[in-house]
């Protein structure tokens, strides 16, 4: 075996052996995001357990908020292929316009070309000129003649392809405002849906609050809400402790203070520290918006959490390494899943009001070693 064959067989060795630890890194990986969503289920089931009529009504909530999250990404859905339909209409539509301003100015050219034409082949005096055995030009005339007659004859053809292309893009216009009307009807028809599901949704929360009232303070219920939370997230802090953060170049979170941006454009109605009710005060802020309006992550990570959890309606928990996890609550759909790694600024739910929350837009935390800070320090300066 020669020196440059051995060389050449150990890099390969080095190469194929790094692929495939990276691959079995990749499958560890997958297997053990498997094994936190399962072990998620189970405590998610165990943190929304209640009793009696409390337990039916908290399964009906979460099942009308879980539909409001479906009807909202099939909104979603709609509203993105009508946008996209809508867009190629108009590229045929100028296709169309460009076709058929080609088309008049190839039909003036042929006009004028076939007048010149027959003027001269019937003028006889100006035919005997041009062709007169004595005119030097008479070669030249004949060619120019020529050249006319092919020009009229590459005219006609042209204008005969620009009609026949202008037919197949109308009938491709058509088609396409045919699937955008049926794409209308789909986007109506979930738009209904849901103002028929926050419809019921609404009669289930105002009894279950009745319901929740009748056994305990609105500040107790609120306070097992919080330590629901922080149950959850303690349990994803030890989950998630064996997986590689893989921040790669992205800037730590720490550094970020100052520089976030708002999850999405709107009021700040609940300041962190506020009395939310008796002694309960919110770990978090809440930003005011629109419902099914777009929610942003602060920051580069990975998704622990996204499901619904008791008191915070559709819940997304985004893990930023270095102890760091930042929470958006009470969101209408949910756009990622476990496991999923999210860039800054990526939209990752849209606002709504699932779970126990009075007026649509989103609930959001920083969390440090599981602590929570205020994010108003985090934010840009408006």
């Known amino acids: 075996m020669t020196p440059k064959l051995a060389c050449l067989l150990i890099v390969l060795f080095i190469v194929s052996n790094d692929t495939w630890a990276q691959q079995a890194d990749e499958d560890t990986i997958n297997q053990q995001l498997q094994t936190i969503k399962s072990r998620l289920t189970e405590l998610k089931t165990a943190l929304n357990s209640a009793r009696g009529e409390e337990a039916q009504l908290l399964r009906e909530l979460e099942r009308q908020d879980q539909k409001i999250n479906q009807q909202g990404k099939q909104i979603r859905s709609s509203q ?8 190629q209409i108009q590229v045929l539509e100028q296709q ?5 301003r080609s088309i008049a100015d190839q039909k003036q050219q042929m006009a004028q070309l076939l007048r010149l034409h027959i003027y001269i082949s019937h003028d006889r005096f100006v035919k005997k000129i041009l062709l007169s055995r004595d005119n030097r030009s008479v070669d030249i005339t004949q060619h120019q003649i020529k050249y006319l007659q092919h020009r009229l004859y590459s005219l006609i053809k042209d204008i005969a392809q620009h009609i026949e292309q202008l037919s197949v893009i109308k009938t491709d216009t058509h088609k396409k405002q045919q699937q955008l ?14 103002v028929t599901q926050k419809q019921q949704r609404a009669q289930v929360l105002t009894t ?3 319901t929740i009232s009748a056994y305990q303070s609105e500040s107790e219920s609120l306070n097992q809400d919080r330590n629901r939370l922080n149950q959850l997230l303690s349990e994803l802090s030890q989950l998630l402790d064996d997986l590689p953060d893989d921040l790669g170049k992205n800037v730590h979170f720490a550094n970020l203070k100052g ?13 962190f520290g506020s009395l939310r009710a008796g002694h309960s005060r919110w770990d978090g802020i809440v930003v005011a918006g629109q419902s099914g309006q777009a929610i942003k992550a602060g920051a580069y990570g990975r998704v622990a ?12 928990v985004i893990d930023h390494g270095d102890d760091f996890m930042s929470l958006y609550g009470h969101n209408q759909s949910l756009l990622v899943t476990v496991g999923d790694w999210v860039q800054a600024g990526q939209e990752i739910a849209t606002a709504g009001q699932s779970g126990n929350i009075s007026q649509s837009g989103v609930y959001f935390e920083i969390r440090r070693q599981a602590e929570p800070e205020n994010p108003v320090p985090w934010l840009k300066s408006p």
């Open 80 to 87: 993105k292929a009508i946008d996209l339909t809508s867009h």
């Open 96 to 100: 169309i316009t460009t076709l058929k």
């Open 259 to 271: 520089h976030l941006e708002k999850p999405l454009n709107g009021d700040v109605i609940r300041q």
């Open 305 to 316: 959490f996204a499901d619904w959890l008791r008191g915070y309606g559709l819940l997304v």
């Open 181 to 194: 009307q049926q794409e209308q009807q789909i986007l109506q028809s979930a738009q209904d849906q849901l």
């Open 208 to 210: 279950l609050r009745q």
